[in-house]
Protein backbone atom coordinates (compact mmCIF):
# COMPACT_ATOMS: atom_id res chain seq x y z
CA UNK A 1 0.00 0.00 0.00
CA UNK A 2 1.54 3.31 -1.02
CA UNK A 3 1.59 6.45 1.32
CA UNK A 4 0.82 9.49 0.14
CA UNK A 5 0.45 12.81 1.03
CA UNK A 6 -1.54 15.43 -0.36
CA UNK A 7 -0.66 19.21 0.51
CA UNK A 8 -3.91 21.68 1.27
CA UNK A 9 -4.37 25.29 2.20
CA UNK A 10 -6.41 28.01 1.81
CA UNK A 11 -6.98 28.82 -1.55
CA UNK A 12 -6.49 24.94 -3.00
CA UNK A 13 -8.85 24.11 -5.89
CA UNK A 14 -11.24 22.03 -4.22
CA UNK A 15 -11.86 19.34 -6.91
CA UNK A 16 -8.18 19.03 -7.87
CA UNK A 17 -7.86 18.24 -3.92
CA UNK A 18 -10.77 15.85 -3.72
CA UNK A 19 -10.51 13.54 -6.63
CA UNK A 20 -6.88 12.87 -5.51
CA UNK A 21 -7.48 11.57 -2.13
CA UNK A 22 -10.91 10.03 -3.00
CA UNK A 23 -9.54 8.35 -6.34
CA UNK A 24 -6.55 7.26 -4.69
CA UNK A 25 -7.82 5.78 -1.64
CA UNK A 26 -10.81 3.84 -3.15
CA UNK A 27 -7.43 2.35 -4.87
CA UNK A 28 -5.82 1.15 -2.01
CA UNK A 29 -3.60 4.12 -0.88
CA UNK A 30 -2.97 5.25 2.44
CA UNK A 31 -3.28 9.33 1.91
CA UNK A 32 -2.84 11.96 4.34
CA UNK A 33 -4.19 15.17 3.80
CA UNK A 34 -1.68 17.29 5.14
CA UNK A 35 -2.72 20.96 6.23
CA UNK A 36 0.67 23.18 5.66
CA UNK A 37 -0.61 26.23 8.31
CA UNK A 38 -2.04 23.28 10.25
CA UNK A 39 -4.52 20.94 10.89
CA UNK A 40 -7.22 23.42 11.15
CA UNK A 41 -9.98 23.24 7.96
CA UNK A 42 -9.23 25.44 5.26
CA UNK A 43 -11.27 27.46 2.53
CA UNK A 44 -10.75 26.09 -0.46
CA UNK A 45 -10.89 28.14 -4.00
CA UNK A 46 -14.26 28.55 -4.12
CA UNK A 47 -15.62 28.37 -0.53
CA UNK A 48 -16.26 24.63 -0.05
CA UNK A 49 -14.34 23.49 3.84
CA UNK A 50 -11.81 20.64 3.95
CA UNK A 51 -10.42 19.12 6.99
CA UNK A 52 -6.91 17.87 6.81
CA UNK A 53 -5.87 14.67 8.37
CA UNK A 54 -2.81 15.89 9.97
CA UNK A 55 -0.71 18.95 10.23
CA UNK A 56 1.82 19.09 7.56
CA UNK A 57 5.01 17.89 8.84
CA UNK A 58 8.39 17.96 6.89
CA UNK A 59 10.09 15.72 9.17
CA UNK A 60 7.65 13.17 8.31
CA UNK A 61 7.58 13.85 4.79
CA UNK A 62 10.11 11.24 4.00
CA UNK A 63 7.64 8.33 5.55
CA UNK A 64 5.93 9.26 1.89
CA UNK A 65 6.16 7.12 -1.53
CA UNK A 66 4.37 10.35 -3.06
CA UNK A 67 4.09 14.49 -2.77
CA UNK A 68 0.56 15.61 -4.06
CA UNK A 69 0.49 19.51 -4.70
CA UNK A 70 -2.95 20.70 -5.58
CA UNK A 71 -3.61 23.98 -7.86
CA UNK A 72 -5.93 26.85 -6.92
CA UNK A 73 -3.69 30.36 -6.79
CA UNK A 74 -4.02 30.90 -3.13
CA UNK A 75 -3.23 27.19 -1.80
CA UNK A 76 -0.15 27.32 -4.55
CA UNK A 77 1.16 30.30 -3.06
CA UNK A 78 0.78 29.07 0.88
CA UNK A 79 1.92 25.90 -0.32
CA UNK A 80 5.17 27.06 -1.97
CA UNK A 81 6.04 29.44 0.25
CA UNK A 82 6.60 26.80 2.66
CA UNK A 83 10.46 26.30 2.61
CA UNK A 84 10.02 22.59 4.46
CA UNK A 85 8.09 21.51 2.02
CA UNK A 86 9.94 22.65 -1.41
CA UNK A 87 13.53 20.51 0.70
CA UNK A 88 10.58 17.66 0.94
CA UNK A 89 9.71 17.89 -2.66
CA UNK A 90 13.54 17.86 -3.58
CA UNK A 91 14.30 14.97 -1.00
CA UNK A 92 11.37 12.69 -2.68
CA UNK A 93 12.66 13.70 -6.23
CA UNK A 94 16.40 13.05 -5.23
CA UNK A 95 15.23 9.90 -3.44
CA UNK A 96 13.30 8.59 -6.60
CA UNK A 97 9.87 9.08 -5.37
CA UNK A 98 6.70 10.04 -6.61
CA UNK A 99 6.33 14.36 -7.14
CA UNK A 100 2.76 14.91 -8.37
CA UNK A 101 1.16 18.67 -9.52
CA UNK A 102 -1.82 19.29 -10.84
CA UNK A 103 -3.13 22.91 -12.26
CA UNK A 104 -1.05 25.61 -11.01
CA UNK A 105 1.15 22.98 -8.60
CA UNK A 106 3.79 22.69 -10.56
CA UNK A 107 4.62 26.10 -9.85
CA UNK A 108 6.03 25.05 -6.58
CA UNK A 109 7.29 22.10 -8.21
CA UNK A 110 9.56 24.72 -10.46
CA UNK A 111 10.53 26.68 -7.30
CA UNK A 112 11.65 23.54 -5.49
CA UNK A 113 13.81 23.06 -8.71
CA UNK A 114 12.05 19.59 -9.25
CA UNK A 115 11.28 20.48 -12.81
CA UNK A 116 14.64 20.95 -14.36
CA UNK A 117 15.10 18.98 -17.01
CA UNK A 118 11.78 17.42 -16.93
CA UNK A 119 8.35 17.53 -19.57
CA UNK A 120 5.40 18.76 -17.66
CA UNK A 121 2.04 20.01 -17.98
CA UNK A 122 0.19 22.64 -15.87
CA UNK A 123 -2.81 25.21 -16.62
CA UNK A 124 -2.33 26.57 -19.87
CA UNK A 125 -1.43 29.83 -19.71
CA UNK A 126 0.95 29.67 -16.50
CA UNK A 127 3.53 27.33 -18.76
CA UNK A 128 5.38 30.59 -19.51
CA UNK A 129 4.54 33.21 -17.58
CA UNK A 130 5.01 31.80 -13.92
CA UNK A 131 7.20 28.68 -14.84
CA UNK A 132 11.09 28.62 -15.99
CA UNK A 133 11.93 25.31 -15.84
CA UNK A 134 10.88 22.13 -17.57
CA UNK A 135 9.34 21.56 -21.21
CA UNK A 136 6.09 22.14 -21.40
CA UNK A 137 3.47 19.70 -22.97
CA UNK A 138 -0.19 20.14 -23.75
CA UNK A 139 -1.40 17.28 -22.94
CA UNK A 140 -3.89 16.39 -19.68
CA UNK A 141 -1.22 14.32 -17.95
CA UNK A 142 2.10 14.13 -18.41
CA UNK A 143 4.02 11.57 -16.40
CA UNK A 144 8.12 11.88 -16.80
CA UNK A 145 9.89 9.44 -14.92
CA UNK A 146 8.82 9.98 -11.48
CA UNK A 147 6.93 13.07 -11.98
CA UNK A 148 3.18 13.40 -12.62
CA UNK A 149 1.28 16.77 -13.65
CA UNK A 150 -1.24 17.59 -15.09
CA UNK A 151 -3.35 20.81 -16.33
CA UNK A 152 -6.73 21.32 -14.08
CA UNK A 153 -10.04 20.74 -12.58
CA UNK A 154 -11.42 18.85 -15.60
CA UNK A 155 -8.27 16.63 -15.73
CA UNK A 156 -8.05 15.51 -12.03
CA UNK A 157 -9.95 12.76 -11.98
CA UNK A 158 -7.41 11.63 -15.12
CA UNK A 159 -4.87 12.62 -13.10
CA UNK A 160 -5.78 10.99 -9.78
CA UNK A 161 -6.21 7.82 -12.22
CA UNK A 162 -2.38 7.78 -13.33
CA UNK A 163 -1.03 8.36 -9.81
CA UNK A 164 -2.94 4.94 -8.74
CA UNK A 165 -2.16 3.16 -11.87
CA UNK A 166 1.29 4.43 -10.81
CA UNK A 167 1.05 3.79 -6.82
CA UNK A 168 -0.94 0.77 -6.75
CA UNK A 169 -0.94 -0.93 -10.49
CA UNK A 170 -3.12 -1.05 -13.23
CA UNK A 171 -5.53 -3.86 -11.72
CA UNK A 172 -6.10 -1.41 -8.78
CA UNK A 173 -6.57 1.66 -10.94
CA UNK A 174 -9.14 -0.59 -13.42
CA UNK A 175 -11.10 -1.54 -10.41
CA UNK A 176 -11.40 2.12 -8.83
CA UNK A 177 -12.48 3.64 -12.51
CA UNK A 178 -14.99 0.88 -12.95
CA UNK A 179 -16.50 1.41 -9.60
CA UNK A 180 -16.41 4.65 -10.54
CA UNK A 181 -17.68 3.97 -14.40
CA UNK A 182 -15.10 4.90 -16.40
CA UNK A 183 -12.80 2.98 -17.71
CA UNK A 184 -9.07 2.86 -17.33
CA UNK A 185 -7.15 3.40 -19.52
CA UNK A 186 -9.22 6.16 -21.59
CA UNK A 187 -9.25 4.66 -25.27
CA UNK A 188 -7.26 6.77 -27.34
CA UNK A 189 -8.90 8.73 -29.90
Known amino acids: MARVCVLVADGSEELETVAVVDVLRRAGAEVVLAGVAGARPVKASRGVGLVPDAAWDAAAA ?5 LVVPGGMGGVEAIGA ?11 AAAGKWVAAICAGPQVLDRAGVLEGKRYTCYPGLNRSAIRSGAWQDEP ?4 GKLVTSQGPGTAVAFALTLAELLEGLDAA ?9 EWPPEEA
Not at 62 to 66: M, P, T, V
Request: negative net charge; proline residues 0%.
Open 141 to 144: VVVD
Open 174 to 182: QRTAAGMLL
Open 82 to 92: DAGVLEALRRA
Open 62 to 66: DGFDA
